[in-house]
């Protein structure tokens, strides 16, 4: 990841340092980057080791649960505590997991459903907040994460939620935040949908480089961030450039901004941020 590649072509230089950089620029305080599987974990750690302010996941993403099967399961179940408890202070979530029924063609329904479970059921001793992930599955993940409620300690976030404010509403009363990104605010209907959630329970994510904010969004007439003059066409990369249709960490002032005015502006927008970054340190820096 920014490494300059896209599909499989090599268009510019490797940059995730200035990536990172750029981000505790522009006033990030803390990044956890999400992992999907033990080696993006040992490979997240890596790159945790050069920055202070960087932490990660351990998990396996529903779309990567094919991994799994009923000889090797106990042994990746192991992999996952051993690196947990290596790294105690830079794995502060459990994750990214749960379930994807967008995406079936990397993992079908049954087994996704069997190894989330597997995971939650035995991650949970580990005692960390849970990073869900949650597509056109709400009621699966909800019956699963309620089976499961009286041991679950540190509650968790639905990230990049797309889903029904009454889906919202289930997971809020069941003890969850909501994660917000580009790709949870593409429509009018998402919008409505973020307009009604309460403000303690909401999060902010880039989830780069995908799930930026694009101008066939709705949500993009309330961007009040631009990055044009530092923004080139991936062809066009210079040292120090961002590049356009990939979006990074530093871009999550637009995320907050798009809440804030479809809020109405009912708080100022410094308020809604200081919020916003109370709930982050409340589920995932508790002991910090
Ligand atoms: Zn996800």
């Known amino acids: 990841m920014y490494q300059g590649v896209y599909g499989s072509s090599k268009k510019h230089d490797a940059d995730l340092d200035q990536v990172i950089k750029r981000a505790f620029q522009s006033g990030l305080d803390k990044i956890i980057i999400t992992a999907g599987t033990h080696n993006e974990t040992i490979q997240a750690l890596e790159l945790c080791s050069k920055y202070e302010n960087l932490y990660t996941t351990c998990g396996y993403h529903p779309t990567r649960c094919s991994e799994f099967n009923e000889s090797n399961e106990n042994e990746i179940l ?24 967008e995406r079936t063609q990397f993992c079908n329904i049954e087994q996704q459903k069997r ?12 005692n960390k907040p849970l990073f869900l992930h949650n597509r056109a599955a709400s009621q699966d993940l909800y019956d699963i994460l309620y089976k499961y409620r009286d041991q679950i300690t540190k509650g968790g976030v639905i990230h990049s939620f797309d889903g029904t404010l009454d889906e919202a509403l289930q997971f809020i009363q069941l ?16 919008l409505d949908v973020i307009k009604q959630l309460p403000l303690d329970k909401i999060l902010v994510e880039t989830d780069a480089p995908w799930c930026g904010i694009k101008p066939s969004h709705t949500s993009y007439s309330h961007i009040k961030t631009q990055f044009t003059s530092e923004t080139v066409k991936k062809e066009k990369w210079a040292s120090g450039k961002m590049v356009k249709d990939r979006n990074e960490p530093c871009t999550i002032i637009q995320i907050c901004e798009v809440i804030h005015s479809i809020r109405g502006n009912q708080e100022s927008f410094e308020d809604l941020c200081e919020k916003i970054y109370f709930n982050t340190k409340q589920l995932f820096f508790s002991n910090q």
């Open 78 to 101: 192991n992999q996952i505590f051993e690196l947990c408890e290596k790294n105690s202070e830079k794995i502060v979530a459990i994750g990214e997991f749960g379930l994807d029924y």
């Open 115 to 126: 190894y989330f479970e597997f995971q939650l059921k035995h991650l949970i001793s580990l």
């Open 175 to 190: 003890g969850y935040f909501i994660g917000l990104n580009g790709c949870s605010m593409k429509t009018q209907t998402n």
